[in-house]
Structures are given as structure tokens and as C-alpha cells.
């Protein structure tokens, strides 16, 4: 199985910040990635898909990039609706893969 | 618009099976795979397969291999995910998902909260 690794595991940030949120797979997955948010009591909702393109309806702050085997999601100016858990999952390779996840929290 | 509701809360005894329904609305049923992702209480997400209502063919993660099923049942467009021989650890919100590769948008149900407890 491919391996995810998202780093950090949480953060602290301040409204407006920009954040960074790093995975990692243990092989390469080419662009086959995408990136999910998840507040408390509620299902995921996707953000990016194919490493880089944005999920209609998802705000610009949220950019992705990266192929192969390092990926990042990038959160410009954060807002308090950004609070949450993400995730990456890729989709290359049976079985599809999830990292830990990376809570966001307010500082 | 899209939307994906899924059955009840549901709890059952180590050994036994469960059986989630997910009920599709608002596109063609048979256009697009369904997923089913489960979340441990505090825990992260977990892929467990797929499947294509058009013909019904699947993909399970290895490790749910022999102990899960999942079917469609286009004239009600339904997905259905059975696991049996169910254990204590497998306690564990369960979703269904649409879309979580690929350009279309990605739409989830609400969860099914499934208890596993003697």
C-alpha cells in the first residue's frame, strides 16, 4: 500500500495567516491527489483534486501543487470558517490512501 | 441537486454484519462510482472501496477483502455496503462518497454511525 504522510500533525494559526500543509507518499503517485477538509460532526468536503485544480465552489485562498511525491496545500489568509481537519488522499494505487490528517487550529 | 442520504444509526454485536444503504438523487445514478470511507471516533479517514452502478464492478481495499460487499440497485439508486464478522475496533462513522478522483464534483452523504458492541 502506498503510504501518506502529512506533516504537520496540527498547527496553530492566527486569522490571516497563510498556511502549509505538506504530504508525502511513499512512491510516486503522479498528480493522482486530492486534498479534503473535515470540521467537527460533518463529512469531508473536497478542496483539490489532480494535485492542483480547484474544486468548483472552493474558495481561491485554498491552491495545491506538487507531483510525484511531495504535495502541499496552501491556505492564503486564513478565515475562521478555515478551522478544520485536512487531508490528503491519493488515488493512483489500490487500495486509495488517506494521511493522518492535519488539524488546523486557532492560535 | 446531488445528494446522497444514507440509512440510520445503527448498532451491532462483534460477529455480526452491517449493511449501510446510500440513497443517490439529483444525476444519473449509473454515471458515476461510489465510494465508502470510514472514521473511527477521533480518527482519520479510511478508504474501503468502490463501486459502478452501471455493472456493478468493485474495488475493496485488500484488507476488507472477503468481509465486505457492496452492490447497487439501479432502479432505486441505491448503493448498499455490507461488512460482516464485525469487531469492537470497527466502530466507525461510514460514508459514501461520490467523486473523490476526477473533474466532477465530489459529493458525500451525512455518515451512518455504526456501533459495534456486545
Known amino acids: 500500500d502506498i503510504q501518506m504522510t502529512q506533516s504537520p500533525s496540527s498547527l496553530s494559526a492566527s486569522v490571516g495567516d497563510t498556511v502549509t500543509i505538506t504530504c508525502r507518499a511513499s512512491q510516486a503517485i503522479r498528480n493522482d491527489l486530492g486534498w479534503f477538509q473535515q470540521k467537527p460532526g460533518k463529512a469531508p468536503k473536497r478542496l483539490i483534486y489532480?494535485?492542483?485544480s480547484l474544486e468548483s465552489g472552493v474558495p481561491s485562498a485554498f491552491s495545491g501543487s506538487g507531483s510525484g511525491t511531495e504535495f502541499t496545500l496552501t491556505i492564503s489568509s486564513l478565515q475562521p470558517e478555515d478551522f478544520a481537519t485536512y487531508y490528503c488522499l491519493q488515488y493512483n494505487s489500490y487500495p486509495w490512501t488517506f494521511g493522518q490528517g492535519t488539524k488546523v487550529e486557532i492560535k | 441537486q446531488v445528494q446522497l442520504v444514507q440509512s440510520g444509526a445503527d448498532v451491532k454485536e462483534p460477529g455480526a454484519s452491517l449493511k449501510v444503504s446510500c440513497k443517490a438523487s439529483g444525476y444519473t445514478f449509473t454515471d458515476y462510482y461510489i465510494h465508502w470511507v470510514r472514521q473511527a471516533p477521533g480518527q482519520g479517514l479510511e478508504w474501503m472501496g468502490k463501486?459502478?452502478?452501471?455493472?456493478?464492478?468493485?474495488d475493496y481495499a485488500q484488507r476488507f477483502q472477503g468481509r465486505v460487499t457492496m452492490t447497487s440497485d439501479t432502479s432505486t439508486s441505491t448503493v448498499y455496503m455490507e461488512l460482516s464478522s464485525l469487531r469492537s475496533d470497527e466502530t466507525a462513522v461510514y460514508y459514501c462518497a461520490r467523486t473523490l478522483s476526477g473533474s466532477s464534483s465530489s459529493y458525500w452523504g451525512q455518515g451512518t454511525l455504526v456501533t459495534v458492541s456486545s
Open positions: 463501486i459502478s452502478p452501471r455493472g456493478g464492478n468493485t
Open positions: 489532480a494535485a492542483s
